[in-house]
């Protein structure tokens, strides 16, 4: 019988006449219950690993084609000298862009083992929505900028979110094959 549903803790009992074959039965059951959670785990990290096997490149591809952009229209329009506003607003729109894609990763991998009208899963849509909320008050923010400033922050942006998506995307890749 599982204690809470919320915990995942089991509670095993058996009634017999033999002590030591009760004993015998319960130790199988137990360690017949751990295999196959390993077996469960090993197999949903395999998914994961492969998902981001697939991913990686494209993220890393992705990311030299932003590097590239952004170092082509620091040729044409040399450095741009961006205010520290500006620059605050940069810093701010990639920490929430990290974070919505670290939530991203956290969900996919959930949804590897719930569905979506899991507590877990609905609590980090919730905060995804919230992120995004901020991301378009942010974008907001640098539509009102000058049209040079814009253009550098959205070059210089992509940079750097694309580098933090795939440097995390390396990380848990990594993470999940030691777990493995």
Known sequence: AERDKVTGI???SMVGTDQQQVSEV?????LSYVNQNLMRSTEENTKIISFMDEHIPLLKKKLEQSENAF???RKQNGTVDIEKEAELTLTES???QGQINELNLKRAELLSRYTNEHPRVMQIDTQSATLSQ????IRKSIAEMP???RQFLKYSNDVKINNEIYLTMLKSHEQL???K
């Open 177 to 179: 094959k030691v777990a």
């Open 26 to 30: 319960l130790k199988q059951s137990v």
């Open 147 to 149: 049209e040079i400033q």
């Open 134 to 137: 901020q991301d378009k008050s």
């Open 10 to 12: 089991l509670e095993l």
């Open 94 to 96: 990639v920490a929430i």
């Open 71 to 73: 170092n082509e229209f």
